[in-house]
């Protein structure tokens, strides 16, 4: 079975400072990785997704993300954070193969103060 | 752009009634997804359909139920609303068994009372 762990409820930068959500996954086969944000009292947007290739993955806002096969991981990353940035992230998986639904962590809050 | 729209932002409903979400998307993807949200919880997946009239259970589908009759629509049915459904329910879509994004609905926040 596949699961996703986001081992931070809330993160909290200053504006100006590199962040980063952490991402862990477990799959039995090669996994899809997402990262998806939500601003208040609104659906999931994607940003970015792995599929295969460079484990440097660059998305929408200028946000990226990098996979690391041998630690499982999948964290989303930003040089230089605004306050703009401050919202609910998700990090979700699927198998490479077969036609399944994401499965998503729990979310993680960023909040970059000014 | 793809466009997912659900049928009402905010829905307040009394225990034991039976209520309907809808979710229409345009893009003639064949997959759709109802996911529920709650803090603390993330988003847990109730039901997903890969084509028109079928449908899968996925982890939390007990007191809910599901249609889709036509490919663009897929409704969520509480047979019978408690106050434990109370919460945000998101639905999604996606095309194929590739590799593409789901893209969602702007939600649908039910209070039963």
């Known amino acids: 079975a596949q699961s996703v762990a986001q081992p931070e409820d809330q993160v909290n930068v200053a504006e100006g400072n590199p962040l980063t959500v952490k991402c862990t996954y477990s799959?039995?086969?090669?996994?899809?990785l997402f990262w998806y944000v939500q601003y208040p009292n609104r659906g999931l947007q994607f940003l970015l997704k792995?599929?295969?290739?460079?484990?440097l993955v660059k998305g929408s806002y200028g946000f990226e993300a990098e996979f690391n096969k041998s630690q499982t991981s999948f964290h989303l990353k930003k040089p230089s954070a605004l306050v703009s940035d401050s919202a609910l992230y998700f990090c979700?998986?699927?198998?490479?193969?077969?036609?399944?639904?994401?499965?998503f962590g729990k979310g993680t809050r960023l909040s970059v103060i000014a | 752009d793809v466009k997912v729209t659900q049928s009402s932002r905010y829905l307040v409903k009394r225990t034991g009634e039976k209520v309907f979400l809808e979710c229409v998307q345009d893009?003639?993807?064949?997959?759709m997804f109802w996911y529920r949200q709650d803090p603390g919880l993330g988003l847990r997946l109730i039901y997903f359909?890969?084509?028109?009239?079928?449908?899968e259970k996925g982890d939390i589908p007990e007191g809910y139920s599901v249609s889709r009759e036509k490919k663009e629509r897929f409704s969520l049915i509480l047979e019978s609303a408690s106050t434990n459904q109370t919460s945000m329910y998101l639905c999604?879509?996606?095309?194929?068994?590739?590799?593409?994004?789901?893209?969602f609905g702007p939600g649908t926040r039910l209070t039963v009372t």
């Open positions: 999604a879509s996606r095309a194929g068994q590739g590799v593409y994004e789901q893209y």
């Open positions: 799959v039995s086969g090669n996994p899809y």
């Open positions: 792995y599929i295969t290739g460079d484990n």
């Open positions: 979700a998986v699927r198998l490479l193969s077969g036609n399944t639904p994401l499965v």
């Open positions: 893009m003639d993807h064949e997959n």
């Open positions: 359909s890969y084509d028109v009239k079928m449908k």
